[in-house]
C-alpha cells in the first residue's frame, strides 16, 4: 500500500503561482511513477502530468505544458507539481497518484491521494 496526501492547494487570482505537493509513505517511494490529475464539478478526471520514477520521462497534457512543471524529490518521498500563470478553468480538485508504471490514465493508477482544492479567481 501507497498512502498519498496532498497539500498546498487554496484560492489564487489569475496569473499568480501554486505549488502542489503529494507526501508519499507505505511503500518504496521511488518504485513508482507519479502522476497529478484534476476534477472540476461534473467533469471527469483530467489528466495533469506524470513523472516516472528516476524522473527521466515526464509527460503534460497539452492544456497545461509550459504552465506546470512536475517534479520529484526521492529522498524527501515527495512529488510537486508547480503551477504557474494559473486561469479561472483551472479550479479544480487536485490529485496525486502513484503506479508502477508511468501513465496518462486514470484507472491505471493504483494509489490515490484524498485531494486539495485549488480555486483561481478572475
Known amino acids: 500500500q501507497v498512502q498519498l496526501v496532498e497539500s498546498g492547494g487554496g484560492l489564487v487570482q489569475a496569473g499568480g503561482s501554486l505549488r502542489l505537493s503529494c507526501a508519499a509513505s507505505?511503500?518504496?517511494?521511488?518504485?513508482?511513477?507519479m502522476g497529478w490529475f484534476r476534477q472540476a464539478p461534473g467533469k471527469e478526471r483530467e489528466f495533469l502530468a506524470a513523472?516516472?520514477?528516476?524522473?527521466?520521462?515526464?509527460y503534460y497534457a497539452e492544456s497545461v505544458k509550459g504552465r506546470f512543471t512536475i517534479s520529484r524529490d526521492n529522498a524527501k518521498n515527495t512529488v510537486y507539481l508547480q503551477m504557474n500563470s494559473l486561469k479561472p478553468e483551472d479550479t479544480a480538485v487536485y490529485y496525486c497518484?502513484?503506479?508502477?508504471?508511468?501513465?496518462?490514465?486514470?484507472?491505471?493508477?493504483?494509489?490515490w491521494g484524498q485531494g486539495t482544492q485549488v480555486t483561481v479567481s478572475s
Open positions: 497518484a502513484a503506479d508502477i508504471r508511468i501513465s496518462s490514465v486514470p484507472y491505471e493508477y493504483d494509489y
Open positions: 513523472i516516472s520514477w528516476s524522473s527521466g520521462r515526464i
Open positions: 507505505g511503500r518504496t517511494f521511488s518504485n513508482y511513477a
